[in-house]
């Protein structure tokens, strides 16, 4: 109903338009020539033809046709022609009366296709996002839901190994110490009470190691960890490193590479040294007693360092290369990665990329020579990027903090 | 008298020494290994007499172990294992652990499992016997008769009731899964049909516990099975 009856206004508005013109222009006929009117009326047609469409371009056509002849061409008032050649003219008019109609009602159409077309492309445009919101929303749900089975596995594994071997330990000697009137269910040399001490020193640190890690992280993931810049030498920080691995790499070679004019970097050597750690901890894990770990460290371009870490070991498959930096993603809760199966906390990789990214660099895996390659870059930086008092030293590698070591 | 021999398997080391030197102290010879497969080596060198296992391990695990060892030799089996994996756990008696202990657990309880264990793998009776008369605890069972005495006096039973009753006893101490008993007593078809056997086990111990609300014979081990003891 509403379009009919838009159609009957818009043809009625294409004939008023058309007496407008002609009630303007017919009492001052003789002031103005044919060709003047003729154009009036072409331009009513080309509006109606724009702003109404082909139908009231045609109406508007006939009627300013007809105008035409009965008010303007002499004799006036008649639907005779004086002048062959205003024949001519009234078909001309009638023709590109015609024409303009048809061609400007067709731009219009055109124009109202492609206005459609655009807002059907919005819409799917639309569409499309929000049901890629959708799935992102799905994807984190499933990721926490990831994360949070992966946490109960964690507190499963690693607190509770360690209380199994500090219980067991605890009870023998319990055990042992309610021995009396040679009644004796157990018996325990010097050696053996030693040892279960040492187990339960040793898993009370491993679940103090745990408890640190998951500060670490919470405090990572909460945006709150605090980097102490200072200038250190890459060669001091995977010293450190190595030597704090040491006990770790008794089966394995280990080579250094560090570029000989490898700058010094406004880092936090601590922190930086924490990263090493993990990576030639994780390496020696996953990698057969007796081949080599390799270290090294260069220089990209004039304001990034990168530090590589590779070993022999089977590596880390593509799909997984991402997920070992998530937390308490162990290698072995998949089964596929290693023959040993890992020690770790499940942390450690977590927070070595926490670190990397709080110094504005990224880290990552790939595939090496003869294994997996864990890399990390940096920038070197700057005495702008300062949370405390500089202290520059010289650039030939033997700076240090004196108070962190 | 030569000690007993137990072997150990665990793939976290803190575990294996601690057990070691508790179990030694304790008066047995014992080994470890750190995963399935170096377990099953041992085990052919140096038979064991018992084997306590973790579950999840790399290279084989636990259930796989417990497959293996079964398919060479009855001796006891212990799994060590956490709670919350009571799924594991069944999986790992249906493929013939004797017995599993939750982490963590004291010293002296492992003790009395493994006691118990090495004390059924030397009773005769503990393996399919065709004696007439059983004699167990509390119990007698004359079963050319099918007659059977709790605290001296007799009960009757069903027939169903009669042979859940002879597999608990026969295999008294160890725990046994909804779907071993199920396959023993209804068969392998029935395996799935828990209802059935908590039926039986109800009228079971009113005929045979002194109070069955508490019971003390058939001993209920939640979400897996039943361990029955049989009583001194």
């Known amino acids: ?405 | 008298m030569e000690r007993l021999r137990i072997l150990i398997v665990d793939d976290e080391p803190q575990i294996t020494r601690v057990l070691r030197t508790g179990l030694k102290g304790h008066g047995y010879d014992v080994r470890s290994a750190s995963d399935g497969t170096s377990a099953l080596e041992t085990f052919g060198d140096w038979h064991p007499d018992l084997v306590v296992t973790d579950l999840a391990m790399p290279n084989l695990d636990g259930i796989d172990l417990c497959r293996s060892i079964r398919s060479l030799s009855q001796i006891p089996i212990i799994v060590l294992s956490v709670r919350g994996e009571e799924r594991t756990k069944v999986e790992a008696l249906d493929a013939g652990a004797d017995d599993y202990i939750t982490k963590p657990f004291g010293i002296d309880e492992l003790v009395a499992r493994v006691r118990a264990a090495l004390r059924r793998a030397s009773m005769p009776s503990n393996q399919e016997t065709t004696e007439a008369v059983l004699l167990t605890g509390h119990f007698q069972i004359d079963r050319g008769a099918r007659k059977v005495t709790v605290r001296d006096s007799e009960v009757h039973l069903t027939p169903k009731e009669y042979d859940l009753l002879v597999h608990f006893i026969l295999h008294a101490g160890r725990v046994l899964t909804h779907r071993t008993l199920l396959g023993a007593v209804w068969g392998g078809n029935y395996t799935e049909q828990t209802e059935y056997l908590r039926v039986f086990v109800g009228n079971l111990r009113k005929k045979i516990e002194p109070d069955p609300s508490k019971p003390r014979y058939i001993l209920t081990e939640p979400w897996i099975g039943y361990r029955f003891d049989p009583g001194k």
């Open chain 1, 1 to 405: 109903m509403t379009i009919l009856s838009k159609k009957i206004t818009n043809f009625n508005l294409a004939a008023l338009c058309i007496a407008g013109v002609t009630i303007v222009l017919g009492p001052i006929t003789h002031q103005v020539n044919s060709t003047t009117v003729a154009l009036a009326l072409l331009v009513v047609v080309l509006f109606s033809a724009t702003l109404w469409g082909s139908g009231p371009a045609v109406l508007a056509s006939v009627l300013g046709m007809l105008s035409f002849n009965f008010f303007f061409l002499p004799p006036l008032h008649t639907w005779t022609i004086e002048d062959p050649h205003n024949w001519v003219a009234l078909a001309a008019f009638l023709v590109t009366a015609l024409t303009v109609g048809h061609l400007s009602a067709r731009a219009r159409r055109r124009a109202e296709e492609a206005e459609a077309g655009r807002l059907e492309i919005e819409r799917l445009y639309q569409e499309l996002r929000r049901a890629f919101e959708r799935a992102s929303h799905a994807e984190a749900l499933k990721q926490s839901e990831r994360l949070k089975s992966a946490l109960l596995d964690a507190v499963t594994h690693d607190i509770r190994t360690p209380l199994t071997a500090i219980k067991a330990s605890v009870t023998t000697l319990l055990e042992e110490a309610s021995n009396h009137n040679g009644d004796k269910k157990i018996s325990l040399d010097a050696a053996a009470r030693r040892e279960m001490l040492e187990v339960i020193n040793e898993e009370s640190d491993r679940l103090n190691r745990f408890a640190e890690g998951l500060l670490e992280l919470a405090r990572i993931e909460a945006g709150e960890l605090q980097l102490q810049r200072r200038w250190g030498a890459m060669e001091e920080i995977i010293a450190r490193a190595l030597e704090r691995a040491a006990p770790l790499l008794s089966g394995h070679r280990i080579a250094v590479h560090i570029d000989k004019d490898l700058p010094v970097a406004r880092v936090d050597a601590k922190a930086l040294s924490e990263v090493i750690y993990t990576l030639v901890d994780n390496a020696s894990k996953f990698s057969p007693t007796g081949s080599t770990i390799s270290v090294s460290a260069l220089k990209t371009d004039n304001e990034t360092i990168q530090v590589s870490v590779e070993d022999e070991g089977p590596g880390v498959p593509e799909d997984l290369r991402r997920r070992v930096f998530d937390k308490f993603f162990r290698a072995t809760t998949n089964g596929d990665l290693s023959a040993r199966r890992a020690t770790g906390t499940g942390l450690g990789l977590a927070i070595a990329k926490g670190i990397v990214e709080a110094h504005g660099g990224r880290i990552w895996i790939e595939s090496g020579s003869k294994g997996p390659r864990f890399m990390f870059t940096f920038p070197i930086g700057n005495d702008d990027i300062t949370t405390e008092l500089n202290q520059p030293e010289g650039h030939d590698g033997t700076t240090a903090n004196p108070d962190r070591r």
